[in-house]
């Protein structure tokens, strides 16, 4: 028993064993540098791709370097653990376990990075555009890959978990270079309506920011109980539209008034019994 036990540590100390442990120290040294290099170079060059090409969004390409980074460093690991007789089955197996333990504990997190990348992939609009997703209404500051930032008229900053963005719908109301203003002027029915109508496309054609083509739309499109009803479509550059839509509704309201066109409102008669 003493010989078998002596025989164990002399071998421990036997040239040959910390030859050993040495050019394994060493090759696992040269794993840790080609890994730390090879996941730095990955990251870089698939950044890169993102960079490249201007129709791609380099948040996705961003977040899709960082993980291939992770995974070579990973990968490095295994193989170190391997070189010092490790056995790297089980843990391999305990991670897969406890990637998808966290996986569900995550499931709404998860949902909101798939819908993230969507988004970022498809592009249903980008930073700068107004739209409106869900009755939320506002300028899209950022898309990241959990959340999108919205920033309404009055400056107020609304965040949406990108699942609930890709799973609402979306208007896009900067998605076009040009739009279609829509208005409706009541006037009398004692008014002249060949009048009114002359004096709106008046107006029309006044303005340079709007289109002639399409052509502007001015007809009568409705006979209320106390008002003859135009229905006014006109097109315009996208930047335009408030601008020409209160614009025009103040400029018509003074043209009725120096033209003599009443714009009935409602009246309520008094009548005294006894």
Known sequence: MENETSFDFDSLLSPETWLLIGMNVVSAFLILFVTLFMAKWVKK???????????????????????????????????????????TTSLVALIGAAGLAVGLALQGTLSNFAAGVMLILFR???????????????????????????????????????????????????????????FVFGVSYGSDLKKAEGIIMDLIKADSRIHGDPE?????????????????????????????????????????????IDIPFPTRTMVTVG
Request: hydrophobic share 45%.
């Open 124 to 182: 249903p609009f980008k930073t700068g555009d107004y739209i409106d997703i869900g009755g939320e209404a506002g300028t899209a500051k950022e898309i990241s890959i959990f959340t999108t930032e919205l920033a309404t008229v009055d400056n107020v900053q609304i965040i949406i978990p990108n699942a609930q963005v890709w799973g609402s719908p979306i208007t896009n109301y900067s998605a076009y270079a040009t739009r279609r203003v829509d």
């Open 45 to 87: 060059k698939i950044i890169k791709v993102g960079h490249a090409n201007e129709e791609l969004d380099d948040t996705l390409f961003s977040f899709l370097g960082n993980i291939a980074r992770v995974l070579v460093m990973v990968l490095g690991g295994i193989f170190i653990l391997n070189r010092f007789g490790v056995e």
């Open 216 to 260: 502007p739309f001015v007809k009568v499109g409705n006979l209320n109980d106390s008002s003859v009803d135009f229905t006014v479509r006109v097109w315009c550059d996208a930047a335009d539209y408030w601008d020409i839509k209160f614009e025009l509704t103040r400029k018509v309201k003074d043209a009725f008034d120096a033209g003599g």
